[in-house]
Antibody
């Protein structure tokens, strides 16, 4: 079964740091781009960051650029998100998602992890 | 950055009715990179449609997607009780991924 399981969320003070992990199983992790997407309470989905299959290329939403770092360990089938200088507006459920594709050139997010809640508050 | 605008914000319908959800892009989007997701409370999003019109594995045929360029539509032909949820469109282009703000389909 293809599965993604996030961990590492919790309560952190403004200005603090947190590292999220996403453990992948059931597929060849090293063959896929991976992403983080977040959802503030009661709000919609917002793309945060992506990393290519070998970790050599990354990109970020403007709202987190310079504060968050995405990385991966293909030997451990694990995706990470290092979050520094956290702000109240970073409070959200953070999902990891696989960027899948087919031979027709179509691409999509699937599967998604169950999400991990990050709360930034004093 | 391409902005996706979904309408309506909320759709109030009864089981058995037809639901038509719209997703409009601020500039042309590749159909290959236009997808729809369903999200129920407390759950992760689930892929419904990819490539603007292809159903994902296990998705019932009452769900269909159409459109091209800047205008895309998700249609649910006959609403089942389990279809009441929030639906998001999503696109990829110019190294950025964006989602629409969502359409909530609620029971009338």
């Amino acid at each position: 079964e293809v599965q993604l399981v996030e961990s590492g969320g919790g309560l952190v003070q403004p200005g603090g740091s947190l590292r999220l992990s996403c453990a992948a199983s059931g597929f060849t992790f090293s063959s896929y781009w991976m992403h983080w997407v977040r959802q503030a309470p009661g709000k919609g989905l917002v793309w945060v960051s992506r990393i290519n299959s070998d970790g050599s290329s990354t990109s970020y939403a403007d709202s987190v650029k310079g504060r968050f770092t995405i990385s991966r360990d293909n030997a451990k089938n694990t995706l990470y998100l290092q979050m520094n200088s956290l702000r109240a507006e970073d409070t959200a459920v953070y999902y990891c998602a696989r960027w899948g594709h087919d031979y027709g050139g179509n691409a999509w997010f699937d599967p998604w992890g169950q999400g991990t809640l990050v709360t930034v508050s004093s | 950055e391409i902005v996706l605008t979904q309408s309506p914000g909320t759709l109030s319908l009864s089981p058995g009715e037809r639901a038509t959800l719209s997703c409009r892009a601020s500039q042309s989007v590749s159909s290959s990179y236009l997808a729809w997701y369903q999200q129920k409370p407390g759950q992760a999003p689930r892929l419904l449609i990819y490539g603007a019109s292809s159903r994902a594995t296990g998705i019932p045929d009452r769900f269909s997607g159409s459109g091209s360029g800047t205008d895309f539509t998700l249609t649910i032909s006959r609403l089942e009780p389990e279809d009441f949820a929030v639906y998001y469109c999503q696109q990829y282009g110019s190294s950025f991924w964006t989602f629409g703000q969502g359409t909530k389909v609620e029971i009338k």
